[in-house]
């Protein structure tokens, strides 16, 4: 199983960035597919997740700015970000577990590399 997350860069503020987490070696239409997000000596925090069914969730600071959507034909589960801030700057990770979604890190079985998203004033 491997999952893969790309689409972070360097953007400023009031910017738009979509991070990709592409799957394979799993029946990804089964799993809820997390994003996180961490920043040193912070633990990762929940950012938005998605469900098999396609019903989502966000934290709450990033409702209204950041879209989550899945194409299960492709693999892959998509974080649309808009209205960056330099808040927003963080190493972001997707992450897939079988059933329901999580806010918790720890229910998640597989990562993602992670991909670096930064944020300038």
């Known amino acids: 199983v491997q999952l893969q997350a790309y689409g972070g860069g360097l953007v400023q503020a009031g910017g738009s960035l979509r991070l990709s987490c592409a799957a394979s070696g799993l029946t990804f239409s089964r799993y809820a597919v997390g994003w996180f997000r961490q920043t040193p000596g912070k633990e990762r925090e929940f950012v938005a997740a998605?469900?098999?069914?396609?019903?989502?969730y966000y934290e709450d600071s990033m409702k209204g700015r950041f879209t989550i959507s899945r194409a299960n034909a492709k693999n892959t589960v998509y974080l649309q970000m808009n209205s960056l801030k330099p808040e927003d700057t963080a190493a972001y990770y997707c992450?897939?577990?079988?059933?329901?979604?999580?806010?918790?890190?720890?229910?998640?079985?597989?990562w993602g590399q992670g991909t670096q998203v930064t944020v300038s004033s």
């Open positions: 992450a897939a577990k079988p059933g329901s979604y999580s806010t918790s890190y720890s229910l998640y079985e597989y």
């Open positions: 998605i469900t098999w069914s396609g019903s989502t």
